[in-house]
Every structure is written in C-alpha cells, then in structure tokens.
C-alpha cells in the first residue's frame, strides 16, 4: 500500500557511537524522502563522530574509525541535511524514543535549529509493539516475508522501516493511511519534547515528568519556584527539553 501524504516523510535511521543521547555521536545517518506523489529520494552519509568508536559498538553496525576517518563531521552536513529536511514529517524504527532526540542534540551541539513543532512523528517500532511486540528484524519477516540482510546498517534500516509501514497499512484493516492518524496512534505518550522529560496531561498542560515536580505543570512550577529554570537549564538535560521550558518561560514573561 502506497502512504497517501499531504507533505513529504522522511524515513531515517541512524548509527551512533552509543546509546547515550546526550553524549553519543552520528556515525551514520540515511533517510528516504517520500513525496506526496510517491517520488522517493534516497541519502546515506557516513560520518566521523570525532571521538572512536567503542569497539562493541562496531561490532553491532560494523562501522569503523578506520571507515569514516576521512568522511565528514556533522557539522559539515547539519544544515544540509535539516534544509531538505524543511517542512517534512518524520517516521523511523524506535525513533521517538532514540533517533529524533540524538538528531536534535546534534543539531543544536552544531548550532542548527532543528524544530520538530508542527511535524508528524511516526514511530513504526511502536505500531509494531502495539501489534505484535518484537524488533525491526521480526517485523521484517513477520510483515515483509523477507529476512533483514546487514541489520544495523543505517541504509538498510532505513529501508526495512519504510517496507514495514506500508506493509502494516495493508495488513490491519483497523489502521489509517493517514499521517495525522499514525502520528497519534505511534505514541506510547503524549511527550511534549522529545526527550520525554516534559509530557502533556489530560488538559494538553505540558507537565514534568521527572523529580519532585512530576505532573506538575511546568509554568506552575516556574511561577512557584523560578529557581527550578536555572537548574534544568544548568544541569545535564537533553537541549531539547532545554528548548521547550525556555520557550515557555518567554512566553510567562510575553504574559506579563
């Protein structure tokens, strides 16, 4: 089943030097650009993070210092990359929980403003779990009928994502082909960044989801304890959600 789009999708994966959102670095990033009348653009870039690469990492993606050692830093292709990127929605395997937030640390680590307001996120790993609960091999073969060659490899992921949605669409009649309906239905929270520090409540109130605030709304706490700005700002929080309490702490001051 073909995606019916109001706006282009990227689909993109990546591989990083680690798991750690906020210290780990890009290694590899593919994406397919899916525009509305089915044209499909492909990229791989290889990068060099500028720190090794843990050996047990390669062993997983099977990248090497050695293979991206004369390949270009982030830095180098950000604004590339976030330009193509311009009023795109975007779909990956885990990536509302790994890829979008590492993206963004990266992004603004290089000085890019890389908003994901006003876009369509697609999580095509938990559409999966809601359905079957497994990992993006199994759902390659469960949906697919075929077997994931070279897992773990950004191009390779990348493609297997974009196959499983479509696939998806044609084996559960109770899904939408609807971007604004796949972007609800592949949440497993309504995370207000993507970080999942700050969530919404039933009233659509961003609220902390962490610390002795939890479920509290966040300018609530700000206005009882402007201090607590300072110290997320201060302490070692994704920049995502560094971005989102900023822009509502201005918009307190735009009240006043």
Not at 169 to 182: A, E, P, S, T
Request: charge should be negative; include cysteine.
């Amino acid at each position: 089943m073909n995606l019916k789009l109001k706006r282009p999708v990227i689909f993109f994966d990546l591989e990083t030097t680690g798991l750690d959102i906020l210290n780990s670095r890009i290694v590899q990033i593919s994406y397919i650009k899916v525009m509305p009348n089915g044209e499909e653009t492909e990229k791989n870039y290889l990068v060099n993070p500028g720190v090794p690469i843990p050996p047990e990492t390669s062993e997983i993606h099977h990248i090497t210092d050695d293979d991206v050692k004369d390949q270009p830093m982030f830095k180098e292709i950000a604004r590339k990359i976030a330009q193509d990127w311009i009023g795109c929605d975007l779909a990956g395997f885990n990536s509302s929980r790994f890829d979008i937030p590492l993206l963004m640390e990266e992004m603004y680590r290089n000085g890019v403003d890389f908003d994901i307001e006003g876009r369509r996120l697609i999580d095509v790993m938990n559409i999966y779990h809601k359905k079957e609960r497994r990992n993006l091999s199994a759902a390659y073969k469960f949906y697919c009928g075929k077997d994931l060659e070279e897992a773990h490899s950004a191009d390779a992921d990348t493609r297997a994502t974009y196959e499983v949605l479509k696939a998806q669409l044609d084996h559960y009649d109770d899904l939408q082909n609807d971007m604004d309906w796949l972007h609800e239905y592949s949440k497993m929270q309504d995370f207000a960044d993507v970080a999942g520090n700050i969530i919404y409540n039933d009233k659509h109130q961003p609220v902390f989801n962490f610390g002795k605030h939890k479920g509290k709304p966040v300018a609530k706490v700000f206005e009882e304890e402007p201090s607590y700005y300072s110290w997320i700002m201060d302490g070692k929080f994704a920049q995502s959600t560094k971005h989102f309490v900023t822009k509502i702490k201005l918009q307190m001051g735009l009240r006043k």
